[in-house]
């Protein structure tokens, strides 16, 4: 068994619909991780900002996501630690504009 759960006991059709839709949140997943990554290497971003952290955390938690039917070990703790790391700096840009009001 490769997934964290058992698709297979609702029957194949519902099987394939699963897994299908896991490879699209995964594949959505992964354009949000690298289209985060290349605003930050073009300087359209700065890797601080609180858009790159919320897209790059949100690409992090669709791969989680499609981890959970098409399971790799590797891939799902890299994705926590990158989860937590963007979780981080979320908090430390919005600990730092609320700072700014003050």
Same mark, same amino acid.
């Given at each position: 068994?490769?997934?964290?759960?058992?698709?297979?006991?609702?029957?194949?059709?519902?099987?394939?619909? $699963?897994?299908?839709?896991?490879?699209?949140?995964? &594949?959505?997943?992964?354009?949000?991780?690298?289209?985060? &990554?290349?605003?930050?290497?073009?300087? @359209?971003?700065?890797?601080?900002?609180?858009?790159?952290?919320?897209?790059?955390?949100?690409?992090?938690?669709?791969?989680?996501?499609?981890?959970?039917?098409?399971?790799?070990?590797?891939? &799902?703790?890299?994705?926590? &630690?990158?989860?937590?790391?963007?979780?981080?700096?979320? $908090? @430390?840009?919005?600990?730092?504009?609320?700072?700014?009001?003050?």
């Amino acid at each position: 068994m490769n997934s964290l759960f058992d698709w297979q006991q609702w029957g194949e059709e519902v099987a394939q619909i $699963i897994s299908t839709s896991a490879h699209i949140v995964g &594949f959505l997943g992964m354009m949000c991780v690298v289209l985060a &990554f290349w605003l930050v290497v073009s300087e @359209k971003w700065k890797p601080t900002s609180l858009s790159y952290n919320l897209l790059n955390g949100g690409g992090a938690i669709l791969l989680i996501l499609s981890l959970c039917v098409h399971f790799n070990l590797g891939s &799902f703790v890299i994705e926590v &630690f990158w989860i937590a790391i963007a979780g981080m700096g979320i $908090i @430390k840009n919005l600990k730092a504009k609320k700072s700014q009001k003050q």
